[in-house]
């Protein structure tokens, strides 16, 4: 079971930039894929982005061109770079990770919060 720790969220204005970053722990991490989901209050939990263990990136329609996922696997820690934020990326951030061959997202962290002031 993978351990994932998130850090990074805070309060920003419309238009700033915060950085989320994920540590993660346990065997093989560096082939796992990880990704970032993220829940608003009253919304369920939405998919953000993801990338493989060999930084293949996918991102929600909705963040594409503001968000950047990133990985160092020497470090076994995940970034997201969020650049342009807007008061709908209110929401508490969740590091998710699943082994390579798997379509289960089974390790979760405990969430970081992300709220975005008009």
């Known amino acids: 079971q993978v351990q994932l720790v998130e850090s990074g969220g805070g309060s920003v204005q419309a238009g700033g930039s915060l950085r989320l970053s994920c540590a993660a722990s346990?065997?093989?991490?560096?082939?796992?894929?990880m990704g970032w989901f993220r829940q608003a209050p009253g919304k369920e939990r939405e998919f953000v982005a993801s990338?493989?263990?060999?930084?293949?990136?996918y991102y929600a329609d909705s963040v594409k061109g503001r968000f950047t996922i990133s990985r160092d696997n020497a470090k076994n820690t995940m970034y997201l770079q969020m650049n342009s934020l807007k008061p709908e990326d209110t929401a508490v951030y969740y590091c998710?990770?699943?082994?390579?061959?798997?379509?289960?997202?089974?390790?979760w962290g405990q969430g970081t919060q992300v709220t975005v002031s008009s």
């Open positions: 998710t990770a699943r082994p390579r061959f798997s379509t289960i997202w089974g390790s």
């Open positions: 346990g065997p093989t991490v560096s082939s796992y894929a």
């Open positions: 990338i493989s263990g060999s930084g293949g990136t």
